[in-house]
């Protein structure tokens, strides 16, 4: 690696502290997932009943839950899940909407009125309703929330490209690149899309905040990550069980997200104002 | 003339370090226009924002000088007494009458609301006395137009109503910030009328303030030329208009078309070089860098407003005795 | 006039948005794969039922007529009968929907309670101590997940203080609104973060505005020119906020019952969704979504009413 790639952060860090302090908070989270089986300092599945509800203590900082599994452990290992949840997300929703949108604004015509119908009536429906309702068809599962995600969450971005399109289209570079004779599969992706793309970007960062209360919450019912996986959201919902005699369970993981939640909102508004995008 | 009503002197609003109005020095007697002319950045605006005591925010403060209106001088007032003297002593009205009335009031609700705060007029009584106003300033059907948004008005007839809601508590002077500018051609001349007009009825006295000549000139009984923050030339309209002392004036009045500048067919004179903006003040005199009678005592010292020709200059070398 | 014109077009437009609703949730239940009668009567249908189900929804037809006859049938009212209730959809929902609705106005009525006094505070001392930390408070709430706040909120007043239930909803009024209060909070408190934070904003432009400039001008004290133009014209806007922002609330409702035990649409959904009771799914996702349509065209309605300028 050279020396310049780490400097650079450190630098933006200096001169835009809530992205140095977001970049701070999320990437410890990163490297906690991915050194997991080095920093957590017990099995995060395995259980030992004599050791069950014990409350925090030096050999177990967060506590036990009801099956003797160390808090600790399962939320440094839940950085994985909820990393991942955070990621693909966003990821999934971010392409299609971005490629959907980018098509619709470009071409227009009746193209562009079907596709706005179909985006009107996504957004009719409530973001998490839809959501469970289709995960009711496929299944509860972390691979129907993924699903579901990618079917619902599409519209903002694909709405936030087609707006920036719709501004571009007119503009003299792609004016000037429709007479080299381009194609427009040229034009969209390598001309539109690379002067468009900004604001998506910005908006998938605090996009990812409400990706991740989102899966949190569908596994907290129930519907998302199964146990005994450790996530966030699953460890909640295990500990509202015990939570007059162990408030341990439910508030660390709670606090974890928390914290990956605001890392992302930081990062998002010192994105914004690097870009000079707002929301 | 006899006493002034407002006697301004050696008055300083500083953002910083910075001056934007550096000690100037006027009076405004009983019913008199004086109007308060140069280009945009000459401090003008921020001249009258500081009568009002309104800047535009925390940094820009009145720094030194005084602002005297009868016993009170309004440069020292506590803020609690100065903001009982705004809209009764001094009314004010503003360049955009568009963003400057409130768009969710109705307009006699907006001229109303002084006299029901302030004079405790009850609901029925300040609203008939909106009505009136809006008479006055020359709204057709005023009981029904008091009923309207201001988006419901044109231009000028918001102009007009702002003027009706900055004399609703009838104060003596009337601060006018360039209250044509935003107004077409023919709606300006009404406005102007309306001013006089009001001025005879009332007894008010205006100081209006215009990067126009030509407005100034319709209006104004006397006129103060401001340039970078000072005033360079003040004296009675028609002695300034027709014979100019410093070359600032002279220059401002042979850019107006029409006058005596430029004739059909010839391009418009300017005046050579930008204004200095309040950080980068040249030494001396601070039109010198821009003036074709600049001399090395120009450059030196700063020139000390006298009275000459019946007039107050700032300069070392006037244009006495020389016809333009 | 304009404004009555408004009034009465405006609801053709969402006539549109309702049909791809209903093609949506139709779309959503028969997607499902295996037999069609199966998931609309569950495992144990009589031979009878199957066959009144049969002619009912015309299971026989091609799928163009099964639409048909499916919005026909939610004309009449019909959505059909949940597996797990054994009674009509809509009656279900009629008796389900009195919680979420009581909870959905209390938290936007606690949110504006909360954020209108704290933007206040903030914009008036913008730049101060009180300002920093309402935007830090308000930056933070939005990361808190609901269902975690709900029960911290259960922890602190419910077990330490013993002031609220700790779940469930009441018989008569007054202890319904006792158990309502901790939810209400919950989405409160998160809601009142967005709110604030664009009220703030709209707040700071309004005082610097031009015309609280003039009001200034014409001798109102700060406190006046606040209460009677600024707080007006910022308050406009954040009825739109709210009404965009529905959707988002409707989510937290369906999320906090859960954690409350409210005996609402919300738990009658992720409860069908367990108990694969399809029907009451797409029957709850589409009032859901009629809600919100709904929600946005009165908001419309309200700001066209409220804001003069709005050209109609």
């Not at chain 1, 997932?33 to 409350?55: E, Y």
Request: glycine letters at 10%; proline letters at 6%.
């Amino acid at each position: 690696m050279r020396a310049g790639s780490l400097r650079l952060p450190l630098r933006l860090g200096r001169r835009y502290p809530a992205f140095g302090l977001g970049l701070g908070v999320v990437g410890l989270w990163l490297l906690l997932a991915l050194f997991a089986p080095l920093v957590a300092p017990f099995d995060p599945i395995l259980q030992d009943g004599t050791i069950a509800l014990q409350p925090p203590s030096p050999a177990h900082p967060f506590g036990t839950d009801n099956f003797g599994r160390d808090v600790l452990s399962r939320v440094i290992w839940g950085a994985r899940i909820d990393l991942q949840i955070a990621f693909l997300g966003v990821i999934f929703p971010f392409l299609i909407g971005t490629v959907l949108g980018t098509v619709s604004g470009y071409f227009g015509g009746l193209v562009d009125t079907v596709f706005m119908r179909i985006l009107d009536v996504v957004l009719a429906f409530p973001f998490l309703v839809l959501m469970l309702a289709i995960i009711a068809i496929l299944g509860p599962g972390l691979a129907s929330f993924y699903i579901a995600m990618a079917m619902v969450g599409w519209v903002s971005y694909a709405r936030l490209i087609r707006a920036q399109v719709l501004v571009l289209r007119g503009a003299d570079f792609i004016v000037a690149a429709k007479s080299l004779g381009f194609g427009p599969l040229r034009i969209m992706f390598r001309h539109l899309l690379p002067n468009a793309i900004a604001g998506s970007i910005v908006f998938s960062m605090s996009d990812a905040v409400l990706v991740l209360l989102n899966g949190a919450a569908v596994s907290y019912l129930g519907l998302g990550v199964q146990p005994p996986v450790a996530e966030w959201g699953v460890m909640v919902a295990e500990g509202q069980g015990f939570i007059t005699t162990a408030w341990w369970m439910t508030t660390f993981p709670g606090l974890a997200i928390v914290t990956l939640a605001l890392g992302f909102s930081l990062l998002a508004d010192g994105l914004g104002d690097m870009l000079g995008v707002r929301e | 003339m006899s006493a002034p009503l407002l006697s301004v002197r050696d008055l300083r609003v500083s953002a910083g370090p910075l001056d934007l109005v550096d000690g100037i020095s006027f009076d405004l007697g009983q019913g008199e226009i004086l109007g308060l002319v140069g280009e945009s950045g000459s401090g003008k605006t921020m001249a009258c924002r500081a009568l009002m005591r309104l800047l535009p925010s925390r940094q820009v403060a009145v720094t030194g000088g005084r602002i005297l209106l009868g016993d009170d001088d309004l440069a020292a007032l506590p803020e609690a007494d100065m903001r009982r003297l705004r809209g009764h002593a001094l009314g004010m009205v503003f360049q955009n009458p568009a963003s400057h009335l409130d768009p969710v009031m109705r307009i006699g609700d907006q001229i109303a609301e002084g006299l029901r705060l302030h004079r405790g007029l009850d609901r029925k009584a300040a609203w008939a006395a909106a009505i009136d106003l809006l008479a006055q300033v020359g709204i057709p059907d005023p009981a029904r137009r008091a009923r309207n948004y201001p988006h419901e008005f044109s231009g000028g007839m918001r102009q007009r109503a702002m003027i009706a809601v900055a004399l609703s508590c009838d104060p003596g002077i009337l601060i006018a910030d360039e209250p044509t500018t935003a107004l077409d051609v023919t709606v300006q001349a009404q406005i102007l009328r309306l001013l006089l007009a009001l001025r005879e009825a009332r007894g008010l006295a205006i100081v209006l303030i215009s990067h126009d000549l030509g407005v100034i000139a319709q209006t104004c009984d006397r006129i103060a030329v401001m340039y970078a923050g000072r005033i360079v030339e003040q004296g009675a309209k028609t002695d300034i208009l027709r014979r100019p002392l410093h070359p600032y004036t002279q220059g401002l009045i042979r850019c107006q078309p029409g006058e005596d500048g430029g004739g059909p067919g010839l391009p418009l004179p300017t005046i050579a070089g930008q204004p200095p903006s309040a950080g980068e003040m040249p030494a001396g005199c601070r039109f010198h860098p821009r003036c074709p009678r600049a001399s090395e005592t120009c450059r030196r010292e700063m020139p000390a407003p006298h009275a000459l020709e019946g007039r107050i200059v700032a300069c070392h070398h006037p244009l006495t005795g020389e016809v333009p | 006039m304009d404004r009555f014109r408004f009034v009465l077009f405006r609801p053709l437009q969402l006539l549109p948005v309702l049909i791809g609703i209903s093609i949506a949730t139709f779309a959503l239940v028969r997607s499902i794969p295996g037999d069609p009668v199966r998931v609309l009567l569950g495992p144990r249908g009589t031979p009878e039922a199957i066959a009144r189900i049969r002619q009912q929804f015309g299971l026989d037809e091609p799928l163009w007529r099964q639409y048909f006859y499916f919005v026909e049938n939610l004309l009449d009212g019909r959505m059909g009968k949940s597996i797990v209730y054994k009674i009509e959809i809509l009656d279900l929902v009629a008796r389900r929907i009195e919680p979420t609705l009581a909870l959905v106005a209390g938290s936007v009525l606690l949110s504006l309670l909360l954020a209108v006094p704290l933007a206040t505070l903030a914009a008036r001392n913008r730049g101060g101590l009180a300002d920093h930390l309402v935007r830090l408070v308000s930056t933070s709430g939005l990361g808190l997940p609901a269902f975690w706040l709900g029960l911290m909120l259960i922890i602190l007043f419910s077990i330490h203080l013993d002031l609220f239930p700790v779940a469930g909803y009441g018989e008569t009024l007054a202890d319904r609104l006792h158990h309502l209060v901790l939810p209400c909070l919950t989405i409160a408190l998160a809601l009142s973060a967005v709110l604030t934070r664009n009220l703030r904003a709209s707040m700071i432009a309004e005082l610097q505005s031009d015309q609280a400039m003039a009001a200034r001008a014409r001798g109102l004290s700060e406190g006046q020119v606040f209460r009677r133009h600024v707080l007006p014209n910022s308050l406009v806007p954040t009825i739109n906020l709210l009404a965009v922002n529905i959707g988002w609330l409707i989510g937290s409702t369906v999320v906090i019952e859960s954690v409350f035990a409210i005996p609402g649409l919300g738990q009658l959904l992720v409860r069908a969704i367990f108990a694969r009771d399809y029907l009451v799914v797409q029957g709850v996702a589409m009032i859901f979504a009629c809600a919100t349509v709904t929600v946005n065209f009165i908001a419309d309605i309200a700001t066209a009413l409220a804001d003069p300028r709005v050209r109609l």
